[in-house]
């Protein structure tokens, strides 16, 4: 027969519920209380840990406190909601028996069922009971880890997170209208649209995103990137199989989809093109980048812009035609100099291979879309999320940095000393090709005032400033 305790203490621990158990400590306690209630004992303490990881080992004052409780006889007996918030190790609950058998207690009340520590069986429930949850925590993340890649392999929708554009809410039947904007839209960026123009394009139409919400050249991309939109399975960043899903456009077109937008060039390439010396060329009067600022019958110019959105002086014009001929072949000129040689020698030496900023740069993203994924299905919290974030976020910026620098440098590096056979095939380079050349050349062209009255090309007002 079991000693009925006339004082409990109620003991009860914050854990991180990764599980979805949702057994938060305020849901504890009220258990708690009210089986105290139908028993008819007192609760006579109350003793809550803070203890996010289940078996970290870090100590635990709250249920110290209650142990001395109980060897004082203040409290006789323990209520608790399930014995793996009581005990981590084999050996607290050990020590527990022990304290217990002191104190000549032997009832242990848990919500799911009652424990006579008495009885040598009562302790050997408990025993398992311990070990069971240990068990469980070590292999909780295992697990997860384990169903995520389960559900990948077979092509299965992993759970959580939001409806995927192009799909129901279920992520598996199509929706006809948003798939028909998935195909345009994979049509028009393979074409050759920017990301941009055709964000800008989609919100002006009021073709809402998935969330409701308006596009912005990131989204755009994590959908027309994504496996799933042809029906295949990514996992990791990589297509591990062909998803249960139908698919909205064909496999090829996501490959080369992917391979465009993996373009490092195209990463850093946020202006539209059409204008080769875009951020390159500066006033002589403010200092200011010039932009492109066509004139209103279509000529295309730079400009030093003021008003909303500039800081320029806008006292600056110049013609794009002539100081793009210009800056070329001061460019290819420049390629053959000695200095040039020396200076490519120079910061390759400083510039590590682009393969490792590369692979440094795709494993902080894989490693962003993973907490995303975690996020999602509530696997931590927001603040969590942020705080993991920021880490590699850093990494990714930095890892991007060195590729921009690394991609400029290769991208000379193959013409160095050979301006002449560059000059050849100038023409047949597309425009972010040129781009790089120049920007791994020039560092900037400053551009002075136009004479008064002087109507030809006046390449004075021009001064190259060369990268070393
Ligand atoms: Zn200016």
């Not at 989204?219 to 249960?244: C, D, F, N, P, Y």
């Not at 050349?437 to 400053?446: L, Q």
Request: glycine letters at 8%.
């Amino acid at each position: 027969m079991i000693t009925v305790p006339v004082r409990v203490g109620i003991y009860a621990r914050i854990s991180s519920d990764r599980e979805g158990d949702g057994l938060g400590v305020n849901r504890q306690l009220e258990d708690c209380r009210q089986l105290a209630e139908l028993r008819g004992w007192r609760v006579a303490e109350t003793y809550v840990d803070d203890d996010v990881s289940a078996y970290s080992g870090k100590p635990r004052p709250e249920y110290a406190r209650m142990l001395n409780d109980l060897r004082t006889g203040s409290i006789n007996g323990v209520l608790v909601y399930h014995l793996d918030r009581l005990h981590r190790q084999p050996k607290e609950l050990e020590e527990f028996f022990e304290v217990c058998k002191d104190a000549g207690v032997d009832d242990l009340a848990t919500v799911t069922g009652r424990i006579d520590l008495a009885d040598p069986d009562g302790q050997f429930q408990a025993r398992i009971l311990g070990a069971v949850a240990k068990k469980e925590s070590d292999d909780k993340s295992r697990r997860i880890r384990r169903k995520h890649e389960e559900l990948a392999v077979n092509g299965k929708v992993s759970g959580g997170g939001s409806r995927p554009y192009g799909y129901e809410a279920d992520k598996l039947t199509v929706r006809p209208v948003e798939a028909a904007v998935v195909k345009d839209c994979a049509r028009r960026l393979l074409a050759g649209e920017p990301l941009r123009s055709i964000a800008a394009d989609l919100n002006a139409r009021g073709v809402a995103s998935a969330g409701g919400g308006l596009w912005s050249p990131q989204s755009l991309r994590r959908m027309l990137a994504s496996a799933r939109v042809s029906g295949q399975r990514e996992h990791k960043g990589e297509i591990v199989a062909t998803a249960e899903w139908p698919a909205i456009i064909t496999g090829e077109e996501t490959a080369t989809i992917r391979a465009l937008l993996s373009n490092p060039a195209r990463r850093t390439n946020r202006a539209a093109r059409r204008y080769l010396l875009h951020g390159l060329l500066s006033c002589s009067h403010c200092g200011e980048r010039l932009v492109a600022r066509p004139r209103s019958g279509g000529q295309r110019r730079y400009a030093c812009a003021k008003g909303v959105g500039f800081s320029g002086c806008g006292k600056t014009y110049v013609t794009a035609d002539e100081v793009e001929r210009f800056v070329t072949e001061a460019v290819l000129h420049r390629l053959d100099s000695p200095q040039l040689q020396k200076a490519v020698e120079r910061r390759h030496r400083a510039v590590p291979e682009t393969e490792r900023w590369w692979q440094e740069a795709e494993a902080a993203s894989a490693q962003l879309d993973e907490l995303a994924d975690a996020y999602g299905e509530r696997l931590f919290s927001m603040r969590e999320w942020m705080t993991a974030k920021k880490p590699i976020q850093e990494r990714l910026t930095a890892a991007r940095k060195q590729l921009a620098k690394a991609t400029h440098t290769n991208a000379l590096s193959a013409y160095v000393g050979n301006g002449a056979g560059l000059r050849a095939e100038w023409d047949s380079l597309d425009l972010s090709q040129q781009h790089a050349i120049v920007a791994a050349v020039v560092e900037t062209v400053v551009v002075g005032p136009a004479r008064r009255g002087y109507n030809r090309f006046d390449e004075s007002r021009l001064t190259p400033v060369w990268e070393r």
